[in-house]
């Protein structure tokens, strides 16, 4: 059986609006480090090796945190990446994210959303430096997920 661990990279989607309260706790408060900015997002450190994206966008603060990309996206790791995919989809517990990414994305039982790496797989992608993440394909494949609901 595929084993798998918890990831050091998280992504959350949050509203524009409280960029710099989020800043000031992450990296005031808990002495986070900003490893990359711009007007999307902000890509902080904490400790030596916990990477979390914040990106901002126009999204509403009402409470349909568990069923919407408000959760924040947890990473997961595994020594066999197609096996444990295969075994999350054909669990049918979870519902597929189609986030433009070649990870699966998935929210689990309960609202968190999961994103499936493997254990030695390059993930400077997500930390900061070099282009990361398209923004705007991650909001546009979010929205078109919401109204199919």
């Known amino acids: ?14 509203p ?5 309260s989020i800043r000031k706790f992450y990296c005031d408060v808990l002495g986070g480090k900003i490893m990359k900015a711009d007007p999307e997002r902000d890509f ?15 999204v509403s ?16 790791k595994s020594d066999n990446v197609e096996e444990m995919s295969r075994q999350i989809l054909e669990s049918g517990l979870v519902r ?19 994103r499936l790496v493997g254990i030695d797989e390059d993930l400077s992608f997500y930390e900061g430096p070099g282009e990361g993440p398209d923004v705007a394909k991650v909001k546009e494949a979010i ?5 199919r609901k």
């Not at 050091?8 to 949050?14: Q, W």
């Not at 603060?61 to 997961?76: G, K, N, P, Q, Y």
């Not at 929205?143 to 109204?147: L, S, T, V, Y």
């Open 96 to 114: 597929k994210l189609n986030v433009p990414d070649p990870h699966l994305y998935f929210q689990a039982p309960g609202g968190q959303c999961l």
């Open 61 to 76: 603060d009402e409470s349909e945190f568990l069923r919407t990309a408000r959760s924040v996206w947890l990473e997961i």
């Open 44 to 58: 902080v450190r904490l400790g030596e090796d916990f990477d979390i994206g914040f990106l901002y966008g126009d």
């Open 143 to 147: 929205r078109k997920e919401a109204m």
């Open 16 to 20: 524009r609006k409280d960029r710099d």
């Open 1 to 14: 059986m595929a084993k798998v661990i918890f990831g050091n990279h998280s992504s959350v989607i949050v």
